[in-house]
């Protein structure tokens, strides 16, 4: 089974870096800055794409899901536990920022 990809709307930035990264799976609507799942991963190489989009997101604005972990476990957004679960890869320290439109 793939992981499950959301958006933390409180997190995101609408930076756009997920619908770059995995176009057939994320979008930011028009007239919004916040970006939203179109759809699930059905393929590997579209797995491949939202766990691209999951590492590169800036803030941490994506939550994976995997087979093995809960959605408590991959909750982006909030301070990574010292222990990372199994399949949940850690993105890197960023400062958050709001971009205005």
Do not use: W
């Not at 959301?6 to 997190?11: K, L, T």
């Not at 756009?16 to 190489?45: D, H, M, W, Y």
């Not at 491949?48 to 972990?69: K, N, V």
């Amino acid at each position: 089974m793939p992981s499950r990809f959301e958006v933390v709307e409180e997190d995101c930035i609408g930076c756009g870096l997920c619908p770059e990264r995995a176009p057939e799976n994320f979008e930011i609507p028009a007239g919004t800055s916040i970006a939203q799942v179109l759809k699930q991963p059905e393929t590997p190489a579209e797995e491949e794409a939202c766990r691209e989009a999951f590492d590169y997101c800036p803030i941490g604005g994506l939550q994976m899901i995997t087979p093995d972990s809960s959605p408590a476990d991959c909750t982006a957004g909030g301070p990574h536990p010292t222990s990372i679960p199994a399949g949940c890869p850690t993105p890197g320290h960023f400062t958050a920022t709001r971009l205005e439109s």
